[in-house]
């Protein structure tokens, strides 16, 4: 995220948000200050945060256990207090890319900075579907349960 974004967030700044290119840095923690709200609750699937500092220790954590990352903004909608935005996140980690889909649920306090951050995708597919045998495992226990 090379240019700061200010707020109000819109739908423009929220594709802003969620689009970073491979070999680009991500946001620093004042961006994160500027945009998130200082209460802000965060949960995806392996984790729940609450307040500024474990969000973007979250944040930092991710980037540091990968080689790079990206995040690129499909669909992205506000409607009142809320917005949604759809995407896609590639992780590279020793040579592997993971790519996970996933859709964003926002929620935004009366100052315009987000209070809530739900993140929603498939976790384990995508993670353990490159890796061999593991793989394999993966994709017959969702054949079992999809079929």
Sequence with gaps: MAVPIALPLDELKLRQLFTKPYGVAAPDDQQWRDLYAPDVHFEDPTQKRCGINSFIKAQQDLVLRCDDVFLEAGAVVINGDQGFVEWRMGLKIKGIEFVYPGVTRLLFGSDGRIVDHRDYFDFVGPTFEPVP??????????????A
């Design 133 to 146: 045998v593991i793989g394999g495992f993966v994709r017959w226990v969702y054949r079992r349960f999809v």
